[in-house]
């Protein structure tokens, strides 16, 4: 009754750039955080940014500089600007998010572990 759904991910080449895009579909009743964490094969998922519902943002040094996360509240939606992508970057991206939203029911339900599908994010050297 609640989904995070993604889009953007692609190929593109070194030093190019892809704008991630995950949205809140549901009856969200608050929206604490997002964020977007990436995964590579044989290999944990990591933390890349995170932003809360009043704006701060958090990076992972890695992309630091490079990366951009940013929110909309009233589309329930996070972005992650990725410009100078390098091949290293290359994995399947995830967004997670912190909320509560309520059932057809009229259950609230919260949690900190909401994951979208992920989408492949490939950069080509």
């Known amino acids: 009754q609640m989904k995070l759904v993604e889009s953007g991910g692609g190929l593109v080449q070194a030093g190019g750039s892809l704008r991630l895009s995950c949205a809140a579909i549901g009856r969200i009743l608050n929206l604490w955080a997002m964020a977007w964490y990436r995964q590579t094969p044989g290999k944990q998922r990591e933390l890349v940014a995170s932003?809360?519902?009043?704006?701060?943002?958090n990076y992972a040094d890695s992309v630091k500089g490079r990366f951009t996360i940013s929110g909309d509240n009233a589309k329930n939606t996070v972005y992650l600007q990725m410009n100078n992508l390098k091949p290293e970057d290359t994995a399947v991206y995830y967004c997670n998010a912190d909320l509560t939203y309520s059932t057809e029911e009229g259950t609230p339900i919260a949690g900190k572990d909401f994951w979208g599908q992920g989408t492949q994010v490939t950069v080509s050297s």
């Open positions: 932003i809360t519902s009043g704006g701060r943002g």
